[in-house]
Structures are given as structure tokens and as C-alpha cells.
């Protein structure tokens, strides 16, 4: 796929041997009833979110998710405001029948450009070879440029910044550069940029590498760890004083922390989208995940059956605190390379479904070495 854009390096495995990120020639095929349980599932679920991030505030509970107290005026205000977002992804199990939450990439998602770009120019060139009538759910493209339009009237400037995190595989600037290009199509003038380049300027302004101003910036990266930033309480002042339109919004501090998961249990109990979850302790469970609140790629999760751990990944997570999600049995495939286990990743645009994303872990755990796979609608 490299024709259509897609540059990432092969996935380098433990053995040594190497794995193209990009699944060429199989596809995850669904029926249009279950894309429509999907999508109103993923409503639900956004609906629910917003009820959690209520109660969060409304109760204080913004410790229990090792958030600082000092970032809370400016989730607050972000919430209270309802600044603009423009995506997400809801990390789902699925076995055929039914759905369960596994957790909200709300902040930093990536694998938007194969999502919404490459695997529909896959779909072009597969689709006249195929015996049946095809489709694939996604609207993420049109969707994304009707957002930028619409957040056109609402911003202080034309011009927005895209800053992304410099990482080898070329994946972060890769979905930084297609977003940035959606807003161009929508009339949006846009600067691209490493999220380190960023300055000060002597009045305290956040500024790019030519001296020009920030007003709205996209950053792919997370809250977390700007809040670490020496320039941290600078940043969280400008969301106050609405100087600068961050996007995602500091709100979403809330929703891609996994203490929102026994939140959400705790107020929506037995709902059947969602696994039983809880602060730190498995709660009488044999059967469960350990997830720190703040992990990424599935560093530091540990996997319990019957109550003996039986993987734990490493990393550089966990100070935070955990949480115990109960463990769901996902159906497996057989591949060329394994047993694949199947993530999907549903898609939201300013808080609307949009489109899907099928990743492919050869393990129970999805991590940095699983796989994109295209989907079919039939």
C-alpha cells in the first residue's frame, strides 16, 4: 500500500523476522445489520461517556484517575464549554453476537489514516473482483472535512497547527499530515510541525518555530504528558482564557483514562455493552485484565485465568494505579501467521459514528506488533 501513502516500516517481531503492518489480501466481511448494531452501539457508548464525565466532576473524582487537581479547572472548562473535538475510537470485542466496551481511545487515536484513506482505496481496487455486491463502513473522510468546516466559523484564525511526536515507524506524523489535510480541504490554512518545536514567546504565548502565534492546535499528543510539561500550567491557562484551541480538548483526559471503565460500571451495572471493571482490585473475579490507567500499546497488562497470571507485558506504566476489566474471550483466526485475534475500532467524528477499523494481534493483548486489516460490508 505503499502507492497509497502508507509508508509505516515493517513490524520488527521478538524472533527477528519482520511483518507488514498492512494485511493485504483478506478482509473481515459483516453484514449490514451488524454494522447498524455497531453504530448504535458506538452512540450509546458516547452517550454514556458523557454521563461519566458529568458524574467525574460532579462527585471529584478526578483523583481516582491520578489526575492532578490543578488540571481540573481546565477539564471543567473544556467540558462546561464543550470544545470542539474531532475524533475518537472505541476499542470493542466482538464474537458475531456481541459487544463489549474494551476501552476509549478519546485522546491520541492513531490508525486513522489506513482507516479512513487506505483501506477504502483497497475496497476500490478489489471491488469488481469480487462475486458479490460490496461496501465498506466508512464516512471518515467526508466526515472529517464536514468538521473542519463547520469548526471554521468557530475559530479565532484560519490557521491551524498540527504538531505531532517524532517517532521512527513514521505512524504519528503520517495520521498528523492526513488530518491536516482534511482541514485544508475544508479551506483551513495549516502548519505542520513536531509537537517539540513548540515555544514561548516572552509574553508566555505558545508560539511555532517562525514566532507566529498558536490559536488552534491539534496535537497527537496526550494530556498526561503535557500536564508533565515545565510549561504545563501555561497551557492549561491558555484552554481558561480560550487564547488557544486545543483539539482534542483537555476533557478527554477523562474518557481516555481507564478509571472511566468502573465508572461507566458503576453507574450503567449488568448494561450489556459493557464488562464488569474496578478500581485496583478484581473484586471476587478469576477471570480478569489489569490495566494501568494510563498504558498505551498494552504495556504493562497482565492477563488472569481462573486465577492464575498467565501474560504480563512490561513497560513504563502502572505508577498511576490499575484497574481489573473482566476478561472477554474474543473468536480467533487462523492466518499464515498464527491465530489472529481480531480489535475492533469504531470511529467517531465530533462525537457521530463513522467508520471501522479491524487490528489483528496475535495474542490476546493488542499491541504495537498487530496488524490492519480491511473490512467488507455485505
Not at 515507524?169 to 479551506?187: F, H, I, K, P, Q
Not at 507485558?313 to 483466526?333: M, S
Request: aromatic share 10%.
Amino acid at each position: 500500500m505503499v502507492e497509497n501513502g502508507l509508508i509505516y516500516l515493517p513490524t520488527e517481531l521478538p524472533d527477528g523476522t519482520t511483518r507488514d503492518y498492512w494485511n493485504e489480501g483478506v478482509a473481515y466481511t459483516f453484514e449490514i445489520g451488524e454494522i447498524q448494531a455497531i453504530e448504535e452501539a458506538v452512540s450509546e457508548l458516547h452517550e454514556m461517556h458523557g454521563a461519566a464525565a458529568q458524574h467525574i466532576l460532579d462527585h471529584g473524582l478526578t483523583g481516582k484517575l491520578a489526575i492532578p487537581d490543578w488540571c481540573v479547572p481546565a477539564i471543567e472548562s473544556s467540558w462546561n464549554n464543550q470544545l470542539p473535538t474531532v475524533y475518537g475510537r472505541f476499542d470493542l470485542a466482538y464474537d458475531g453476537e456481541q459487544l463489549k466496551l474494551l476501552e476509549y481511545n478519546a485522546d491520541t487515536p492513531t490508525a486513522l489514516f489506513e482507516s479512513a484513506f487506505v483501506q477504502m482505496a483497497w475496497l476500490h481496487d478489489v471491488v469488481d473482483s469480487l462475486p458479490v455486491e460490496v461496501d465498506q463502513w466508512n464516512m471518515l473522510d467526508d466526515a472529517l472535512v464536514a468538521t473542519w468546516t463547520e469548526l471554521k466559523e468557530r475559530l479565532r484564525s484560519d490557521v491551524v497547527h498540527f504538531a505531532y511526536m517524532d517517532e521512527p515507524t513514521g505512524e504519528d506524523v503520517m495520521n498528523t499530515s492526513y488530518l491536516a489535510t482534511t482541514a485544508a480541504r475544508a479551506g483551513l490554512e495549516t502548519v505542520l510541525l513536531e509537537f517539540a518545536t513548540l515555544d514561548l514567546d516572552a509574553d508566555g504565548r505558545v508560539i511555532d518555530a517562525t514566532g507566529s502565534p498558536v490559536t488552534t492546535i491539534f496535537k497527537l499528543y496526550p494530556w498526561e504528558w503535557m500536564t508533565s510539561l515545565p510549561a504545563a500550567e501555561l497551557i492549561l491557562s491558555s484552554v481558561l482564557d480560550r487564547s488557544i484551541t486545543w483539539i482534542e480538548p483537555p476533557y478527554k483526559m477523562l474518557w481516555s483514562n481507564k478509571g472511566v471503565l468502573p465508572i461507566l460500571w458503576e453507574l450503567f451495572p449488568e448494561h450489556p455493552l459493557l464488562l464488569p471493571a474496578f478500581f485496583d482490585d478484581p473484586n471476587g473475579m478469576k477471570d480478569y485484565v489489569r490495566k494501568p490507567l494510563l498504558s498505551r500499546e498494552g504495556s504493562n497488562i497482565t492477563i488472569v485465568r481462573h486465577g492464575s497470571e498467565v501474560l504480563a507485558l512490561e513497560g513504563p506504566y502502572g505508577q498511576e494505579g490499575f484497574v481489573c476489566q473482566q476478561y472477554v474471550d474474543i473468536p480467533t483466526f487462523a492466518t499464515a501467521d498464527g491465530r489472529a485475534t481480531p480489535c475492533l475500532g469504531a470511529w467517531l467524528v465530533a462525537g457521530v459514528p463513522a467508520g471501522l477499523a479491524v487490528r489483528e494481534s496475535y495474542g490476546p493483548i493488542t499491541d504495537n506488533l498487530s496488524r490492519f486489516t480491511p473490512h467488507l460490508v455485505q
